[in-house]
Every structure is written in structure tokens, then in C-alpha cells.
């Protein structure tokens, strides 16, 4: 059994955990403080509202303890808010938070709650069949780093990366019914065990 | 169901666990950004204010709406009157993220409220009891709140209408089928809804509270009764030291099981907004009974 965790600060936690829990040999654990941290293996930093979480990140000292637990090889997982909390730079912004992740994002990119869609597509990296993919006020990256890998792109723009120990996605796996994406997930963590 | 409806019901997904604060211009929402709320509530006086002051309380002013989005990068909702449906347009034509068909609001049709499945943008509305919850739903809206009694910083009226949904969630949730159909006539609600929630055992949309919260404590205090997130209207710019009331109940929203954070953020906070007693609002006055 392997636990893994989900940053519940604020945001989509419940569905993170709820589509972990249907995963076999996964234990799904709420992370709010660092002893809760200790007890996992991998981490997701859900989706919500990036400048809420990191704020709380900070005021509550939790920000350096999980750098310091991915930089030590944790797997994590950044969906949407979570992809903001990872990325290095903020385009137009001097603000940054875990500055985990070689990657320039821009927030909002695709405008307000009336530009957010889905669509469904293939990511032969992640799994055989098409994937659903929502995108809520998301985020896409701009910049890479010559580590960071691409998995997935829409329309000329990269919506999913992967360097190293970090996955980030611009969408929500934990918004649809396929657990592809948790599933890839909990593989990396198992591989880096 | 259509693909948009799930879209902005996604958005309320999003937002829970966070504390919605209204504001009245773009300082106050840069003020509320920074404590961390996950989304402003855009309008020129705040309920309190509104109580006050009396008269016909409408829509913003586009122009101050305007200046708000382009101030802050999280969500931000404005309020049109119930049944405003040209306000409605309005708002969702200045590309805003939520609409919150309100009760604050003087409102527009005494008999009818939006019909929000004809708009694009996502609509909350306020709710006392499962019954006006599934109709809000039922026309449309993507997420619900507590009516509470908005603009008194007292918190009863938002209790009894968490615990009455709850109540009513609950019991639904025990009912064998054939009864359902006589729940949904009884509580005046789409049959769907009515079978969907006792099958689910909760909302099918997400519920915060509203109405009436003032502390950190009354924040944590509505998140033990159920709710997923709370709106705070005039308890932020009302009390006397804004900036870190918002910031303590950011932190007493998320930390609502933790006594210790709760005790330590509510130190030393000041005033908070100066409250009124339910009883003492004469019953035209009372907001939560505006809509059906």
C-alpha cells in the first residue's frame, strides 16, 4: 500500500482523493500539516485558487518542508492551481510560490470563467485511450527548461509537463471519471520507491 | 446536462475551502487578494450599508466592476436582482466569473427568478431551506448558498438555514423511493433533484454559507455544519481592522477543525463589525425572505 497525499488547504481535495481512493493499493491522506506530510509518498497540489493555497503555504511554514521532501525525489502533482504553486516563473507576476518546476506559466491564460471549456484527447505517454481534459480559468506554460519533458499540447499551447520527480497539468484529471492521470501518478511514485 | 453547466459547476468546485469577500472598489480588492480570498464579490455598498441606508439597492456600476477584474487575478461575482434578467446580461457581458442572483439586492420580479440555463456565466443564489435550494437548481444555478440574514454580523439566521439543508438532505437520503415523489410536492422541488439527492446524500451543486458571518469563529463554526466555504460581506470592511480579520478567516475557513489556529488568529483582532439582533429588524426589513 502506498500513501499518497493531497494538499487540503483549499480547493478540489475531496475529488482528488475520492478517484485515488478507487485505485487499488492506494491510500489517499489529507495533507494539511508537515507531520502529515512525513506519512507520504507522493503529493497533489489540487486545484483552486493559487494565490489562496500559496498564502496558506506560507503563513502555515509548509511551503519549504515539501520542497525540501520533492527536491529530496517525492513525486508530486500540480493540477491547474497546483501547476501555478510548482512553476519557477509567473508571467507578469514577481510573485512565485514553491518555484519547484523549470517552467514559465501564465495564469488565466485562456481569460475568464466564460473561455472555460473540455475536450478530450490523446496522450500516449499517460494511457492508450482519449483522455477528458477540463480547463477551469486554467493556466498554460509558456517556457520550458531543456529537463522538462512535454506530454501533452492544445492548440500550440503546452498544457502538461513532466521534469524529472514533478508532473504538472494545466486541466483537471480529478474533474472526470478516468483515473489515467492518478494512475501515471501513483506509477511514479511506486517507481521511485 | 449540458457541458457548459458542468463547466461552471467545476468553477464552485474550485473554490471550496476559500472565503469569498465583498468589496466596493479596487483597494478592498486588492486588500481581500492578498488575505487570500478565492474570489471578491463585487458591489457598491455592502449589506450593512444597504440596511442602513434603505432605498432601491441595484446592480453595480459597470465601471467599478470593470476596475475591480482588471485589479485582481482571482474570480470575481457581482450581484444582479432577483428576476433582473437584463442585469443578468449585463453582468455577464463585462465577462465577470459568477453572477449571485441576490436577496441583498431590491428585487426585480415578485413572482419569478432568472431563468439562469439561458445564460453562459454561472449563477449562485441563495437558499433557507433543500426545497428553494433544488428550484434555485432547478432554474439553473451552479452553486447555492445560505441566505443567512446578510449586513447583521449575527450568524443565527445562517445556522438555521445550514442546518435546516442539512436536515432536510438528510432525511431525504432515508425516504424509500415510492415516497420521493410526495418529498418533492411537499418541499416544492423538481422531482430529478428530489430522487438525486437521496440517492447522493448531498447537493448536487456545491453549498457555502452566507449571512451574517462576522469572526473567524462564525467561519469555522458554518464549515463544521457542512458548508464548503463561506461568503463574508460586511464582516471584513465593517470591522475595524479589515486586512486582518480577512486574513484570520482565511485561515480559521481552512483550519475550521483546529481549535488552537482558530484561538490564535482571532487575537487581538479588534472590532468586529457591530452586529444587529434578528428580532429587532422589522419584517419588511428582513432580506431572507425576499425570493420563494
Redesign the interface.
Known sequence: MVNVGVLALQGSVIEHVKILSGIEGVIPCEVRTVEELDKVSGLILPGGESTTIGKLLKDFEMAEPIKHRVKAGMPVWGTCAGMILMAKKIVDEDNTHLELMDITVRRNAYGSQLDSFSVSSNIPSVSDDSIPMVFIRAPWVECIGSDVEVLAELDGRIVAVKESNMLATSFHPELSANNAFHKYFVKMIENNR | MT?RY???K??A??????VIMDVTNAREAEIA???????VMALERVPSDIRKQGGVARMSDPKMIKEIKSTV???VMAKARIGHLVEAQVL?AL????IDESEVLTPADDMYHIDKHSF???FVCGAKNLGEALRRIGEGAAMIRTKGEAGTGNVVEAVRHMRTIMADVRRLSTLPKEELMTAAKEMAAPYELVVKVAEDGKLPVVNFAAGGIATPADAALMMQLGSEGVFVGSGIFKSSNPEKMA?AI??AT??YNNPEIIAEVSEDLGEAMRGLEISQISPENVLSSRGW
Open positions: 457541458e458542468e463547466l461552471n467545476n468553477l468546485q474550485m473554490l471550496k475551502g476559500g487578494q492578498k488575505a487570500g480570498a478565492v474570489a487575478s482571482i474570480p455577464e465577462g465577470i466569473d459568477y453562459k456565466i454561472p486574513k482565511v485561515k481552512t483550519f
